[in-house]
């Protein structure tokens, strides 16, 4: 291929050549995210070590990490939010594995077309899914409303109303169709043969599936599981709109910092430690996709 | 042959089947119950049904406050998907066509936008917006918008590049073409179907953002937001309501033409 370029063209010059064209494809898109991403998040950080609220007196100093160190309020609230997303994640890969499992293995030819079907609405408008939940749950909701009117309950159902339970619930919703993706993938690169092979060597199929097919898919698991919890940890649309006053969870209380109390540094604080959480995570659920793509 | 192919083996009952189709019941649901309730002859958002109106859809096309953010919406919506794109398409070729040093980092960054926390994005970019002075508006949105499609893009993109070989490139310029030429002549052409793809998926995600817009938006008011004011008001659940419905099938809508496209292009 090489011999095919311009003789006249020294190595260096063709080095040249291409580290030009190189900075003005890279060169825009970078800008982009380094202005607009990497910077925030950069004076994010100096700002923690600011005190005091917007538009009073604001100094150097390290009193907001004091002061979120000294808030247990908070960190209780982040450890429930954290319960949160943990259960939101677990179910999610409940719910998701089965569909998975039934593409990959009993779907036949038409798996393609009922992954699809799975998935659209996932596709679709993330408030306006979670909205949906909103006109459903609540005492005077439809899901009470129809329990009341079909005579299955004789007044609305405590369960039903703005919670903890109801924001696991829509955000379950929500995510467990993205869940499904990554098993559905690990599940369907397994070789057949193999489940043959422990068939042949007399291994019922229940153990077939402990043994072989269930670690196989891990890696799926692990990136499933992933992409729901590091983006609903810091969630705080869903518990505004299902959530309550018991549902609130810690992204609401760092959008407050910002809207309400006005305390910059300390909501900065908030948003910075929730990126250290979930650093080792978003490096996990790399690795867990390069397992998934090799 | 024929007998396979045209109504296929019959569906066999078994509780793989029936799971997938109550889970499937369960996605479905709540969307046709915002569709079905959008006609719904009440004012109050509740069972039992209580007949078929349009007068919902009548009373929307006459909210000048309505009309006002689905305009804001789709301006923002068209500017910020067509420089994501762009830039998607930029960063994809470098990805794809090009190694260099910190190429790690960059997918590394790029692919941040992707997972991180919506509110922590959203601080950030107000914080900087704030400290440098620059007013919030729907220019600060359609910015914000850029930074969360930008890596989507770049991924449709990145996929269709990978597909067909620079070879292709290395042809047109051996033919005479300069190395933009064949950019723009060869491999923007053939990646067509992915730039749109990603144009429109962008879109829908610009048209539906909430909780990055939320912190930038100012005064200024996207469909999102709008949606999101008039929920305090119990008796304006049924607008709420039909603006969902609209908003939810167009957005099947574009979901579907985004996936023939992808389908088409890898």
Not at chain 1, 285 to 291: A, E, M, P, Q, Y
Request: hydrophobic share 55%.
């Amino acid at each position: 291929m090489t011999t095919l370029a311009p003789p006249i063209r020294t190595a260096a010059q063709a080095e040249a050549t291409r580290r030009r064209r190189l900075l003005l494809i890279m060169g825009p898109p970078g800008l982009a995210l380094l202005v607009f991403f990497l910077v925030p998040l950069g004076i994010m950080g100096l700002y923690t070590l600011r005190s005091g609220t917007l538009g009073g007196e604001m100094a150097w100093s390290l009193d907001t990490y004091r002061s979120f160190l000294a808030n247990t309020a908070l960190q209780r609230l982040l450890w429930r939010s954290t319960l949160v997303s943990l259960q939101t994640s677990l179910l999610c890969v409940l719910l998701a594995y089965p569909i998975a499992y039934y593409l990959a293995f009993r779907a036949g030819e038409r798996r393609m077309t009922l992954l699809t079907i799975i998935i659209i609405p996932a596709w679709t408008s993330y408030l306006l899914r979670i909205l949906a939940w909103k006109l459903i749950l609540g005492s005077s909701g439809l899901l009470n409303t129809f329990l009341l009117w079909v005579g299955w309950i004789d007044q609305p159902a405590p369960i039903l109303l703005f919670s903890q339970t109801a924001v696991v619930v829509t955000l379950v919703y929500v995510w467990a169709p993205f869940v499904a993706l990554p098993i559905f993938a690990a599940l369907d690169r397994i070789d057949k043969r193999l489940l043959e092979a422990a068939a042949d060597l007399g291994s019922p199929p229940w153990y077939a599936f402990v043994r072989v097919t269930l670690p196989l898919s891990l890696p799926g698991v692990l990136a499933g599981f992933l992409s729901v919890f590091i983006p609903t940890l810091g969630e705080y649309v869903t518990p505004l709109l299902v959530g309550g006053v018991n549902g609130i969870m810690y992204g609401n209380l760092i959008q407050d910092q910002f809207v309400r109390a006005l305390n910059w540094p300390l909501g900065s604080i908030m948003s910075l430690v929730l990126l250290v959480l979930l650093l080792p995570m978003f490096l996990l659920f790399r690795r867990s996709d390069d397992l998934l793509q090799r | 042959m024929l007998a396979k192919s045209s109504i296929g083996r019959r569906f066999t009952f078994s509780l793989g089947a029936a799971y997938f189709v109550l889970f499937t019941a369960f996605m479905y649901l709540p969307i046709l119950l915002l569709v079905v309730f959008s006609f719904n002859d009440s004012p109050t958002l509740a069972f039992p049904w209580n007949g078929f109106t349009l007068r919902w859809y009548a009373a929307l096309a006459q909210s000048t406050e309505l009309i006002k953010a689905v305009w804001n919406s789709v301006l923002v919506g068209l500017l910020s998907s067509l420089i994501a794109t762009v830039l998607g398409t930029l960063a994809a070729l470098g990805i794809v066509r090009f190694n260099f040093p910190g190429k790690s980092i960059f997918l590394s960054v790029a692919a941040m936008p992707l997972v991180i926390p919506a509110v922590v994005m959203g601080v950030a970019m107000l914080i900087l917006f704030t400290m440098v002075g620059i007013p919030l508006t729907l220019w600060t949105v359609g910015l914000g918008h850029v930074i969360i499609n930008l890596p989507y893009a770049m991924l449709i993109v990145a996929a269709r590049l990978a597909g067909f070989e620079a070879h292709i490139e290395e042809a047109a310029m051996d033919l005479g073409a300069n190395y933009w030429g064949a950019l723009w002549r060869v491999t923007l052409p053939m990646s067509m179907p992915a730039l749109v793809a990603a144009f429109l998926s962008s879109f829908t995600t610009s048209f539906d953002e909430f909780a990055v817009t939320f912190f930038l938006a100012g005064s200024d008011t996207t469909l999102p937001i709008y949606l999101f004011s008039q929920l305090r008001f119990p008796s304006r659940l049924p607008l709420v309501v039909t603006l969902a419905a609209i908003m939810m099938l167009l957005s099947v809508l574009i979901v579907l033409a985004v996936e023939k496209l992808r389908r088409m292009s890898t």
